[in-house]
């Protein structure tokens, strides 16, 4: 056939390198956060032990891996999903979709009333998870960011915005 | 409503709005799609669809077959076909999109036949045994306002017409981005073709869910057709710019007529839809489209079949909106329905300075040629498929006279 041609579309190489340092530091955060912030201890207390969710992209897109191990310590786990056993996987149904989340310009709410997220398992998990990412966005993000990132900004005591934020920045600088 | 017994199916999984074609690799890939064979008209070259389609499919790990619109060079259907078939199955393709209207989603379909159920389908046609069987994955990707027939279950090709469940497509993906400039002859053509189906399905059709599909397009139309073409003061002026209002406009027409395909795929008694067809290929007269001529005979067929019925007062409801149809009284309704059906015409005739014919008076069909239209209606066997007997031929015979 004339005029016929076959094209593999090509992989994006500096937006799946956004996507991995953006979940490089919001699974650090979330670490630190685990370690700091009541709300984010509380919903991690409801999970069970060994539990892991992830966050990433289909087919093969950049993820990151969080989990619970048995003394109930949080840890940020990578992204090598065939390593790590995942109990609840957060998908994003393209790259594209996920770099539109992680650059804020559609917010967590936004891009689930678009379908563009599923879910594989538990679903009141599924929540908690979206809930600590929240919280975590929160501590990480400007004021006017984290109000295009998150459904509504929240209320905080000042100790929380300031002495509890600096702990979260300075854990997720070191990594611990 | 008769709520006890009715059957409705709709194979196809409806895809719209902002970033709706970045779901298109998931959604292929989940019914197992790997390579796909793209088909595209020119109107998807003038709207520079492909620049889209590319991005959507990054990261993916899918590869696109991207084949050229066919031309007048391109040879008969038939030669599109074998060349498309030998192609798609030389490389190895699993899955087909169609981007584009009208005939390039037949050729589609017809590939999608040929590919699942082998080239002989053609020669022996579809046998019951076809019916169970699944064909592969199949996207319409709408760029302009289309039939509504690209997301029914039929296929024609080289006048041959095929007619199965599977036909219908997988994935109707509307994205206004996707969106072409059309004549504005186009799109009163899609909107009118999609309301007279809608309407009438919503009218006449004993089954909830094909009311709430019919009701779902008519909204989309009311809302979104006055402003598509108000909005541009000449009439005769070449195709809008194509803004972001426009694309979401078309995209919106565009969706209400891959409703009315739905609606159509099960439904085959709408007499305002076929009588339209018939008339725009039987008439002597260039300027009256099937979409024009369904929409002049809506009113009246409505009038002659469905008289003062709650059914028909319902109509309103869509078609006015909630304030209107709170405002007039129950007995006024069905009324007040048909004059909204009726002023569309009219206002359609003052914009276009009566390129959109109100009537078949103003399409240029005297009273002479509506006699001998309508013996040759008498004749055809259309009304065998759409399933009007005696009686119902009168009042076809009468439809046809006050329109």
């Not at chain 1, 990578?78 to 996987?89: A, I, N, T, W």
Request: proline content about 5%; overall charge positive; aromatic content about 8%.
């Amino acid at each position: 056939m004339e005029g016929f041609i076959e094209i593999r579309p090509r992989r994006r190489f500096f937006l799946r390198l956004y996507l991995h340092i953006m979940l490089r530091v919001l699974g650090r955060a979330i670490q630190a956060a685990a370690r700091v912030d009541e709300d984010v201890k509380k919903e991690f207390n409801a999970m069970p032990e060994n539990y892991t969710f992830s966050l990433g992209a289909f087919p093969a897109g950049p993820c990151m891996i969080i989990g619970k191990d048995t003394q109930g310590i949080v840890r940020y786990m990578g992204s090598d999903m065939e390593k790590q056993p995942v109990h609840l996987k957060i998908t994003l149904k393209s790259v594209r979709h996920f770099f539109s989340l992680l650059t804020f310009t559609e917010s967590t709410p936004v891009s689930n009333a678009r379908n563009r997220m599923i879910v594989s398992g538990d679903v009141p998990y599924a929540c908690a998870a979206v809930r600590i990412m929240d919280i975590v966005q929160v501590y990480l993000l400007p004021r006017w960011m984290a109000k295009m990132a998150i459904k509504r900004y929240p209320r905080w005591t000042f100790k929380r915005h300031t002495v509890d934020r600096a702990k979260v920045l300075i854990r997720t600088l070191l990594g611990f | 409503m008769n709520t006890d017994n009715f059957t409705f199916l709709c194979r196809s999984r409806s895809l719209f709005g902002k970033n709706a074609l970045e779901h298109l690799p998931f959604e292929l890939s989940g019914m197992g799609a790997r390579k796909v064979f793209v088909l595209r008209d020119n109107a998807s070259e003038s709207s520079d669809s492909i620049r889209h389609l590319r991005p959507a499919f990054a990261d993916s790990g899918m590869t696109l077959g991207l084949c050229p619109p066919p031309d007048q060079n391109s040879g008969t259907g038939t030669d599109i076909l074998k060349d498309c078939y030998r192609t798609f199955t030389g490389k190895g393709y699993d899955s087909i999109i169609a981007l584009g209207t009208g005939p390039i989603t037949d050729l589609a379909k017809a590939l999608n036949l040929a590919v699942s159920l082998g080239p002989e389908v053609f020669k022996r046609g579809i046998q019951p045994q076809d019916q169970a069987k699944s064909l592969l994955p199949f996207a319409y990707l709408p760029t302009r306002g289309g039939s509504g027939r690209e997301s029914s279950c039929r296929a024609c090709c080289n006048a041959q017409i095929f007619e199965l469940p599977a036909l219908a497509p997988d994935i109707v993906l509307t994205d206004e981005r996707l969106m072409a400039a059309d004549t504005k002859e186009n799109i009163i053509c899609s909107a009118f073709s999609a309301l007279s189906v809608c309407c009438e399905t919503f009218v006449f059709a004993d089954n909830p869910m094909a009311k709430a599909y019919a009701s779902a397009g008519i909204s989309l139309l009311m809302e979104h057709l006055f402003p598509l073409l108000e909005t541009e003061n000449e009439w005769n002026a070449r195709p809008a710019a194509v803004g972001n209002k426009y694309r979401r406009n078309l995209a919106c027409i565009a969706h209400a007529s891959a409703i009315s395909g739905f609606l159509l795929a099960n439904s085959t008694s709408i007499i305002s839809f076929h009588l339209g067809n018939f008339i725009a290929e039987n008439a002597d007269t260039s300027g009256l489209t099937a979409g024009s001529a369904a929409a002049i005979f809506l009113p009246r067929v409505l009038e002659q079949f469905a008289g003062n019925t709650p059914a028909l007062a319902q109509l309103l409801l869509p078609l006015g909106g909630q304030d209107a149809f709170s405002a007039v009284p129950p007995v006024q309704q069905a009324a007040a329905a048909i004059h909204i059906l009726q002023n569309i015409l009219n206002r359609f005739y003052q914009i276009s300075f009566g390129a959109v014919p109100r009537s078949l008076g103003d399409a240029g069909i005297d009273k002479s040629a509506v006699a001998r239209l309508q013996e040759k209606i008498q004749q055809e066997d259309i009304w065998t498929e759409t399933g009007i007997s005696g009686a119902g031929r009168d009042k076809i015979a009468a439809v046809l006279l006050r329109s």
